[in-house]
Every structure is written in structure tokens, then in C-alpha cells.
């Protein structure tokens, strides 16, 4: 199997092919595409009349106004530009989990980066802009956003040569990103956002303020929803965490209850920062998953 | 607690499986890498702790559930305290008690009435309820209240016929005697072959809570019996029924004496009467009467716990002892509303006054200060004495047979023939005052009147008289009959000088009543044969010493004359003391009644003294009138006693709650306090332990069903 086979099997790219993940607010692109841009430049929609200024090209004067009122006006359009877009990868060792002893893969990481191939094809195929950074506790890989279909090689050449290892932080990644992005553009990151999720709204609130798009994809395990374990279990954190011996049927309840407040605490700070949450298990086929975001998405 | 299958309490090990379960689960732990630690961790240590905390609690939960179990299975049991050693031991092996003791309290506070029923009913309705659990035991019935009968073992049958005939009595319990006699009945039931004791009994106490039962009670001597009864190891358990009562407001006639020390035929006299009010409240206006005599009542106002006594007039219509009864209308039991009195009826002693004085009547002799104490009225019915005057020189000897007493004052000697009728006269029982004084030779009484034994007429050798030589009256013996007038008086020594009075030397057999300043003797007296001497050391003219002139001479002369005219006929005694008659002539053993009925062969003692007959009897524990009757000289004769019921009786104030824990827990008795609720469950409890197996089952369900809804709230199954 070629590596792009690896990270995006045929069934896949076919769903994709039907898809479209688009910004809804306004970007700055390099090039012409169909999102909406600040810029005034050549397009189909019009804007506005103003009035003729010396330097402004003579051929955009509406010479019927002119000629009617004998008054030289100037016809403006909304620039139509393509998407700048950054897909942010947690790399740390919380991804690294893919079930317990015995269990068979696929790890969160893989479930992550197969969106991430996903998410970029897509993106491409639209015609695109698309950067990928690895984060931990700070970006680490960069590649910086760009069209074309050679990107999509280097996007799954560095997905295949990176593994999760490490301590995390979502809110660091973001100010690193946003010190790097120059225009504003769309942002998705995809991890499990195992991190206060007051940090992560500080992050989100350098993203939003640089006016920048912000998609947030948590991807979790159904072990990590459910806490389906019956045995005495000694729990040891990927993360360099100390290990816990518990009994899981006493400690399920509280575990849960930390597991929802935090989910809702993310989605909370995700809503005040008008960004997008979706949340990924990776029991979940991807192109199922993927669809239904997108199809939501695309139906707000 | 004991169990009836110790061997079944080594499944107690059981309890451990909890604990191994968890131990064998926790040692086959998965070993999981875990991302969401942020989750487990959150909440911190504390949380862990509490964690830990619940797992423990389940865990212990389980392991007690466990234990109690197998405890269950055992067969646990409690056996209630036992007085002997091995109490709970001997119950599970079966030996348990065979044998039970009634101790049934008859005191007068039993007579006491609630709602028309008496404590008495109360109580022999608990008897009878004993008796019915005992059946086909050996039981014994010991009442308290009738003094001490000789305890046995009878039978259900028996005792139920014996109870239902029973009265109070107005006696006083002792029960610390009464739980004595029960030991003594125990001990005196011998040994089993194996080396316990042949009977196990439980002791049952039938009693109101009247303090005055419990009085000798005390501390030490209820660490002796309960050691007693624990060295015994016969006595199992003691169980004590109070029977309701309570304090209750009662006015009772607490004494009754007569006011002056002889009464004669016709001759007005007074009875003192005491009357208490041991209740909480003020009483008004208690009428208090002889016998019928309402009209003559005494009204006294008696304040709560105070007494008072009241003087109620009587004139005797008859020689010989008549029974007085006062009676008064207060609240209170019907027993302590009245009370007996055996009043002596007697003829003026008849006292002979021999005088050796010199002098010219008028000049303040010794015989003229006696005769006027004698005869202060000069009527002899009032003032009780008959006086033969007589002079030594006319004293032959034969005038002694016509008196009680002889007074001899002032005497210089005696005649042997005086000296010879003087001595018989004492032997025979007659009493001799000498009163020695300026015309008495020392050396001629030492010599004629000093003797070996029973010839001896003078209690103590004489000395000299030391002119001068000015002292005073300094003690008396208070406890002797002569100088029981002086009794309750503030200062009972008179202010009497004396200035001339003869040392002695006191013999063995004399005993000194009175003392000068000096600790020499002023009064000594001496029994010879069945009469009595008295010696006063001073003369009693009113040169020697001022006393004829005080207050105390009068009744100190009439006191000592009544003295040695012999005791009186003790006809008003206390329950338990021995009524003693004599009768003069031939006496008819068999023809003796008391109250109409043959006394008990046991109790009776008859002793001939010539022709003279001494009756005695000792079974006179319930107060009330006895009366003797015999036939003597084929004529019908009869004496009166009354036997007083105690005063301390009529106190009807119970013991307070920290006195009779104390008891408990001394005696080591359990209390059944009054109810409606039949006494069969609380006996058998006693007797044989209480089960406690559905207890300990009931805890083991109450465990489970904590566990499980502990185990559900705290744990969480996945869905």
C-alpha cells in the first residue's frame, strides 16, 4: 500500500469527493477562489458605486451612469479569494491510546492524522491552501500552507514520519500558530484536547483574535467515554502522569462525571468563541463521521 | 454471652473471604496506558481518600456480614448475671437453677392501699405467679415482717395454700435478714455427688421500696453476702419485684408510754403519745383519743416530718395490767392509726424507814427529808408510797415482812437479829436503801455488814468521812433505771454541795451509778440473792450536803425506792422480745393458751421456781396483744403483753433512686418494676438466657442490604 493509500483508503476518497468543507467567514487568500475576500478585485458580485477618483482604472467606470448622469462613477466588486487553512495535529502521548491490553488499533493518532489526510485532500481539491503543524506542547513540524497536489504528499509524509509521544498543550500550539499565520484563515485542530479547557478558550481567544476561522475536532476513544474496564485496573498516564491502582466500578461514576463536565466545558468555550466542535470516537468509520460533519456543516 | 455451638464459631474464618476475594481481584489487576488520567485525578487526594475510604467500608461490610453469620449459626445466647460463680457456663452446660426461694415482704407498709388493692395483694399475686413457673421445683417461702421462722422447702401445692391465707402483718421487714436466712437455707442443702451444690435457686424478692426494710442493708454487709452467695454458688440469680407503692401521706402513732412511772387504782394519771406525720404535707387538727373516748381527743397541727406528743388523761379502774389504745384519724395505713399500750395497775410500795438519828425531829434529819420525797403529798394512793416510820431501838426485824423496801438512814449498827431479818429479806427479793450518815460507825458497818457473797449486805468497804473536804455531784450513769427521769434533760447533774461524804472501796459485784467531783462513788448498787442494795455515800440530811434541797431529790428518792422494790412486770415489748409470766401456785402445763391458741412446743419455755412458775415465750415477732392465760391452782389466770409494732414502720418513704442503684449494684439483683406484663418472659430470660440468634440473623440482613445499597451508590456498572 502507497502511503497516500495508507492514510486515505479508495471508499474514503470517494465520499470526499462529494463533499466540500468551506470558510464561512471572510479569508485572505494567495489566490482567486470562491471565498469571499476584504479585497475588491474582479468578480461577478457586485459591491457598490462610488465616485470616480483620478488613478482608478478607466475601465471600470459605469459609462451607463455617465452617460445618464453625466457624473463618472466607478462600478466595485467583491473580491473572490481561496482558503488559507492550517490543520493543527496533537502529537502528544494521550493520543497514543488505542484501547487496552489486547485491544487492536486503531490509536486516537492514527484516527487523527487519517482525518487530518482526509481534511487535507479535501481542502486541496477545493483548490486550497493547506499548511499542517505538530504540536505537543508547542508546535514542533511545520509546513506551511500551500495549494497544489504536491501538498497532499507533504502532509502524509510527515504524518507517517511523526508518532505521539510527550506532555500536550492545545493553547500553546494556538498562539504559536497564530504568530505564524500572517492572514487570517481557517484553523482546525485535531486532538483530544485532554487539557483544561481554560486554556484551550485562551487560545481560542488569540486565534479569534488575529480573525482567524477556528474548527475544533476532538478525537477520543470509546475506552476514554465509556471507562468500560471491570477489573482492578493500574491505570499509567502516557503523559508521564503518576499511575492510579482503582477499582474502576467505585471510581466510574466521578470519572464520567469529570469526563462530561470537561467535554461540555470545551464545547462552552468553543461556543463563546464562535468556533466549531465536533467530537470524533474512532470506533466511528471516518468517512461516516466525516460526512456528517460536513453535511451539518454545510447545512447551517 | 455464650453459644450454644462454639465449634460452628470457627466458620467465623469466613470473614476473611472478603478480604481474600479482594485481594486475589486486586492482585489480578490489567495494567492499562491510559490518556483521561487528567479525569481519574481530578478532585485531588482527598478524593482518593475517599475512594479508599468507601472500598474499606464495603470491604468491612462484607467481613462483618460474614462473622455474624457464623456466630448466627452458632447459636448465641446471653445468660442473664449470676450470684454464684460460673453462672453462664453452667447454663449452657445445662445446669441451670432447680430450686427458687420466695422472700415475700408482710411488713406493716404492705398493708397500704391504692385504688382498694393493697401492696400485699400485689405481691402475692406475683407469689403466685412464681410459684406457678416453679412447679414440681423445691421452693421456699421465706415472709418478712413475722420475724425470723425457720425456712424450708416446701412445695407449689403447699405454698399456694399457705399464700392465700396470708395477711400483712404491721411488723417491720428486715431484709437483709431475710436474704440471709435464704444463703442459710442454701447452705444447708448439701452437696450433689459431683461437688456442686445439690440446689440452684433463684431468689425472688417480693417488697415495696420502704427504706425502713432496707435499713440494715448496708454496703458491708452487702459485699459480704454477695461474696457469700458467689462462694456458694447455689444462689443463681436474685431478682427483686417492687410492688407499687411509693411515698404515701401518713399521720401515725410513733410512741405511747405512761407519764408517770407508777399508776394507781382510781387514781388520775396521764399517757404520753406521740404522734408523727411522716407525709409532705401540713396536717390540721389531728384528733388523737383513748380507745373510744372521742370527746377527750387531742387536736395537734403537724407539720411536714414533725412530731408531736400530746398528754391524754386516764384514771385505771383496776389493779393488775389493763391495755390502753390510742388512735388517731390521720391519713395513712389503718396499722399506724393505733397503737396498744400494757398500763400497770399497782398498789403503793410499801416502804419501811428505819432511823438511827439522834436529834430532835425538825432539825433537818436525813429520815424527814426522805419521808417528805416518799409522801410529798401526803397521800399515799397519789403519791404511790406507804412510809413506815420507825426507830432503830423498835426495828426487830418483823416489820420487814410488811414492806417492799427498807430504808435504813442514819443507822449507827445493827443488831445481829436485825442484821440476820435484814438479810433474808434481801434474798428473798426486798430492796435495802442505806443511807449512812453522822451517827454510822465505818468500822462497825465494815465489820457487821460487809460479808462473803451473799452475806454481804454493803456493796463497798467504807471509809472514814472526810469532813471539809467540799465536792459536787459530777456523773450518772443516765442508762440506769433510777436515773431514767433525768433523761433529755439539759443538765442533768444537780447544783448540790456536799461537805462530808464517806470514801469506799468499791467490791466486785457493786456497781457505781453516781460519782463526786473526785471520781469517788456517790450511789453504788449490788444484786444479793433476788433483791438489791443501794448506797448512797453522804447522809441525806441537809448538813452533809445541799442536796435534799434541790429539784433532783424528790424524784431521785422515789426513783431509787421504785428501783429496788424489784422490777417491774415488763408487759409492752418490742417483736421478737420474750414475754415472761410468773404465777404463783400449781401450774396446769397443758391448759396454756396464747390468744386463745396452744403455743408452739418450740417457743414455749415453762420453769417452776417452787411454787412459783415462770412461763416464757418467744414467738412474738407480729406486733399486737398476747394474751397468756393458765390454769393455776385449777383457776383460770391471765397476763396481758403487748408487742408494739416498730415506729420506724410507720415511715413509709421509699428508698431514692441513686440508694437502690446502689443496691443493685451491690447485690447484683435485677429489678422488675411494676406493669400489667406477665412475669413468665422476664423469668425465663433470666433463667435461661435470652436467645440472641435473631438478632444477630436480623443484623446480618440489615448488613447485607447496607452493603448493597452502598455497593450501588457508590459503584457504577458500565452500560
Known sequence: ?300 | MSFHLPMVLAATVAAIVPLVLHWLNRSAYQSIEWGAMMFLEHGGRRRQHVAHLKMATLLLLRMVVMALLAAALAGPFVAAPTLGRGGASALSAGRGPNAAIILLDRSGSMNVEENGRSRFDAARDWAGQILALHKGEPISLITLGDGPKAAAWSNEAELSRRLADMKPTSGLADVARGLDRALELLEQSGVQPGGGPALRADIYLISDRQAASWATADASWALQWRKRASELAAASHLLVMSVPGGAVDDVCIEDMEPAHAWCGVDQATEVLVRVCNHGDSQRQAVAVFLGDNRRKAALVNLAPGAAATVRLPLIPSALGTQVVTAETDGPGPAFAHRRDLALTVAEPIRVLLVSGDQRQAGQRRSEEFIRLALGPHNLPRRDGFVVEDIAVEDFSGEELGRCQVAILANLASLAPSQRRALRQFIYDGGGVFLAPGDQSGVHDYNRDLLGEGADSILPVELAPPNAGATTALASFDLNHPIFQFLRGRPDPVPPATVRQYFPCKVMGRAQVLARYAGEMPFLVTAATGRGRVLLVTTSLDADSSSLPLTAFFVPFIQSAVRYLSGPAPLRNLEPGDPLVAAFEGVLDQSSIVINDRPPAPASLSVTPLGRRTEIGYTDTFVPGRYVLRARVDEQWRQTVFVVQWPAREADLRPLNAKQWRSLEDALGFQTLEPSGASLAPTIRAMRYGRELWPAFIGAVMLLAVLEFLAARAWSHRPD
Not at chain 1, 466595485?76 to 497514543?96: F, I, K, P, W
Not at chain 1, 488505542?98 to 490509536?107: F, I, L, N, R, W
Not at chain 1, 499548511?131 to 497532499?152: C, D, E, K, N, V
Not at chain 1, 511523526?162 to 498543550?169: D, F, I, M, V
Request: overall charge positive; some cysteine.
Open chain 1, 1 to 300: 500500500m502507497s502511503l497516500i493509500g495508507r492514510f486515505l483508503d479508495p471508499n474514503l476518497i470517494e465520499r470526499l469527493q462529494q463533499l466540500q468543507l468551506s470558510a464561512r467567514g471572510v479569508v485572505e487568500g494567495s489566490t482567486v477562489g470562491w471565498h469571499k475576500s476584504p479585497m475588491r478585485g474582479p468578480s461577478v458580485e457586485f459591491r457598490q458605486h462610488r465616485s470616480y477618483v483620478p488613478g482608478d482604472e478607466p475601465r471600470r467606470l459605469d459609462w451607463r451612469v455617465l452617460g445618464r448622469t453625466d457624473r463618472p462613477y466607478v462600478k466595485e466588486y467583491d473580491q473572490e479569494t481561496n482558503v488559507r487553512c492550517l490543520l493543527l495535529l496533537d502529537c502528544s502521548g494521550s493520543m497514543a491510546y488505542g484501547g487496552a491490553a489486547g485491544a487492536s488499533p486503531p490509536t486516537k493518532f492514527d484516527y487523527a492524522c487519517r482525518l487530518t489526510a482526509a481534511l487535507t485532500y479535501l481542502m486541496l481539491a477545493q483548490t486550497e491552501s493547506v499548511g499542517l503543524a505538530l504540536f505537543r506542547q508547542r508546535i514542533g513540524r511545520w509546513l506551511s500552507p500551500r495549494s497544489g497536489t504536491g501538498q497532499l504528499a507533504r502532509v502524509i509524509d510527515v504524518l507517517e514520519r511523526t508518532g505521539p509521544k510527550g506532555r500536550s498543550s492545545p493553547a500553546a500550539a494556538m498562539r504559536d500558530a497564530a504568530g505564524r499565520l500572517g492572514r487570517r484563515g481557517l484553523v482546525i485542530m485535531v486532538s483530544d484536547f485532554f487539557a483544561p479547557a481554560r486554556e484551550l478558550a485562551d487560545g481560542l481567544a488569540v486565534l479569534k483574535h488575529d480573525r482567524h476561522e477556528v474548527i475544533c475536532l476532538r478525537v477520543v476513544h470509546r475506552d476514554e467515554v465509556t471507562f468500560p474496564f471491570q477489573r482492578w485496573s493500574h491505570l499509567r498516564g502516557l503523559e508521564g502522569e503518576a499511575a492510579v491502582m482503582c477499582e474502576p466500578a467505585l471510581v466510574r461514576r466521578r470519572y464520567l462525571e469529570n469526563f462530561q463536565e470537561h467535554e461540555q466545558a470545551v464545547q462552552a468555550a468553543c461556543s463563546a468563541w464562535h468556533s466549531e466542535y465536533q467530537s470524533f470516537v474512532t470506533d466511528q468509520p471516518l468517512a461516516e463521521a466525516m460526512t456528517r460533519f460536513l453535511s451539518r456543516r454545510a447545512g447551517r
